[in-house]
């Protein structure tokens, strides 16, 4: 049976209320659906010490084997989720299928991309358990592409929450669109907000371009991006300008890098100025010292907002879907490089923060309270419904058992032939196993970001 995992921060090796642990397993994928999945289980679990003190709780972690899987810098990098990342362990799809049969979790948490949940709720349901957990997923921020394949992935959830009014209402009318239950749908928040309130200090002037790894995806986009930030550092030697960078080279997060920008920082005519600079880290810590963060179209700009922190939607690439800055029309937050080198600082717009989860009202607090009460509902109700996705067999022949096979199950739900989880390894097959398993991946990740640029440009020539 797999060691447990539990909530350090949680009580669970006390007697409490003289009450079961509540059990929570998180499968996530990579490091930025971690960060989501861990701390929605906290937020569903109970955000306080009361909630906890009546029912200790234990959340397990597992990562889905993959090319995106987070590697330990990364899990630490996170910050503080309530869960030792020293104990969360790889799993394959049929490794998690048989762990859920065996420890008889009470929740599981899917941060997964669409395919891998639907893979999931499918093994789960021809897991046939008298008894099985509640279901949740969602998304890990803004959904601005392929809204429509993701939902209807993720159906089958008992919940899906929605980071925002403005989501919820969206994902009701595609289920509804298509004659699928739409009762699931729970609207809550982004569970990563938070931080102090942004507090202008003396002598203080530090401007964060949060990079994305896909967005833009093209050199010159990246280039241009990269340069016009490089010159506001110039424009403005007193200012601290730092790019917040997702990722080390050769590491993956949710979306490929196959251009990084510290590779394209490296041919900056001139050299970086003495005011800029690369930084990691959590998100959270990087705000703590941020004036103004700018931004194509990423999930921080929500989580500055909410501390009402300065923040630029930049429209220098245009605003189109395919960066994803379409998101923010009507946010008042569109602007461009030579606006901000300026002194340009764009105000929200009140109404459409309103509808987007960022809460910077103060009612964050109780962003959880419908998701928390419909897991508690669903766990009083005794046993649960089978699963029941919207697509099966039935409705979507020429595509669910594809995405089935890419996690090695059948059409049926249950694990192919030679798909059963092995037996937990030795010591010295496990190392050598690991180590096996890093180099590929590491090979694979050389490939896309090294080896396939340069066979595109070949091709394009």
């Known amino acids: 049976m797999p060691p447990r995992t539990d909530d350090a921060a949680s009580p669970a090796a006390t007697p409490a209320a003289g009450r079961a642990a509540l059990r929570?397993?998180?499968?996530?994928?990579?490091?930025?659906?971690?960060?989501?999945?861990?701390?929605?289980?906290?937020?569903?679990s109970g955000s306080t010490e009361a909630d906890t003190a009546e029912r200790p709780v234990e959340i397990s972690?597992?990562?889905?084997?993959?090319?995106?899987?987070?590697?330990?810098?990364?899990?630490?990098?996170?910050?503080?989720?309530?869960?030792?990342?020293?104990?969360?362990?790889?799993?394959?799809a049929v490794e998690f299928l048989h762990t859920v049969r065996d420890e008889a979790y009470d929740v599981v948490v899917l941060a997964l991309v669409g395919g891998a949940v639907q893979a999931v709720l499918h093994g789960l349901a021809a897991l046939d358990l008298p008894r099985r957990p509640v279901v949740v997923t969602g998304y890990v921020g803004v959904v601005y592409e392929k809204l429509a394949d993701g939902l209807?992935?993720?159906?089958?959830?008992?919940?899906?929450?929605?980071?925002?009014?403005?989501d919820g209402e969206r994902f009701r009318a595609v289920y509804e669109g298509v004659g699928a239950d739409a009762s699931a749908v729970t609207e809550a928040a982004l569970p990563f907000l938070g931080g102090?309130?942004?507090?202008?200090?003396?002598?203080?002037?530090?401007?964060?371009?949060?990079?994305q790894p896909s967005v833009p995806a093209s050199r010159a986009d990246r280039m241009y991006l990269l340069r016009r930030l490089v010159e506001h550092a110039r424009l403005h030697p007193g200012r601290e300008v730092l790019l917040k960078l997702r990722s080390k080279p050769g590491e993956h997060t949710t979306h490929i890098e196959e251009l990084p920008y510290q590779r394209l920082a490296e041919r900056i005519p001139g050299g970086l100025p003495p005011n800029f600079s690369l930084v990691y880290g959590h998100m959270g810590e990087v705000l703590d010292r941020t004036d103004l963060l700018v931004t194509v179209s990423?999930?921080?700009?929500l989580e500055s907002l909410?501390?009402?922190?300065?923040?630029?939607?930049?429209?220098?690439?245009?605003?189109?879907?395919?960066?994803?800055?379409?998101?923010?029309?009507?946010?008042?937050?569109?602007?461009?490089?030579?606006?901000?080198?300026?002194?340009?600082?764009?105000?929200?717009?009140?109404?459409?923060l309103a509808g987007q989860g960022v809460a910077a009202d103060g009612t964050y607090g109780a962003a959880y309270d419908t998701a928390r009460a419909r897991v508690a509902a669903l766990l009083a109700a005794g046993p649960l419904p089978r699963l029941a996705p919207y697509y099966t067999?039935?409705?979507?022949?020429?595509?669910?058992?594809?995405?089935?096979?890419r996690h090695h199950l059948g059409p049926d739900g249950h694990p192919l032939p030679g798909a059963v989880a092995p037996r937990e390894p030795g010591r010295v097959r496990g190392a050598?196993?690991?180590?096996?398993?890093?180099?590929?991946?590491?090979?694979?990740?050389?490939?896309?970001?090294?080896?396939?640029?340069?066979?595109?440009?070949?091709?394009?020539?």
Not at 24 to 44: E, F, P, Q, Y
Not at 196 to 211: I, L, N, S
Not at 323 to 343: A, E, Q, V, Y
């Open 61 to 92: 972690g597992l990562l889905l084997r993959g090319r995106a899987t987070p590697t330990p810098r990364q899990l630490a990098e996170v910050g503080e989720v309530g869960i030792d990342t020293r104990r969360v362990r790889e799993v394959t």
């Open 298 to 301: 990423s999930t921080a700009a």
């Open 306 to 352: 909410h501390r009402r922190i300065p923040t630029a939607v930049l429209s220098d690439l245009g605003v189109r879907e395919a960066l994803g800055n379409h998101h923010f029309i009507g946010s008042g937050l569109i602007t461009s490089w030579d606006h901000l080198d300026g002194g340009f600082r764009p105000e929200p717009d009140a109404t459409w």
């Open 196 to 211: 102090e309130p942004h507090r202008p200090q003396e002598g203080r002037d530090t401007v964060v371009f949060a990079a």
């Open 393 to 405: 067999p039935a409705t979507a022949p020429g595509y669910l058992p594809g995405i089935l096979a």
């Open 432 to 461: 050598v196993r690991d180590t096996v398993r890093n180099a590929a991946r590491g090979a694979y990740r050389h490939g896309v970001q090294r080896v396939a640029p340069v066979i595109r440009r070949m091709g394009e020539l």
């Open 152 to 166: 209807l992935l993720r159906h089958g959830a008992d919940i899906v929450l929605a980071n925002s009014r403005h």
């Open 24 to 44: 929570i397993a998180v499968l996530a994928d990579s490091d930025t659906r971690w960060k989501w999945g861990a701390l929605t289980a906290r937020r569903l």
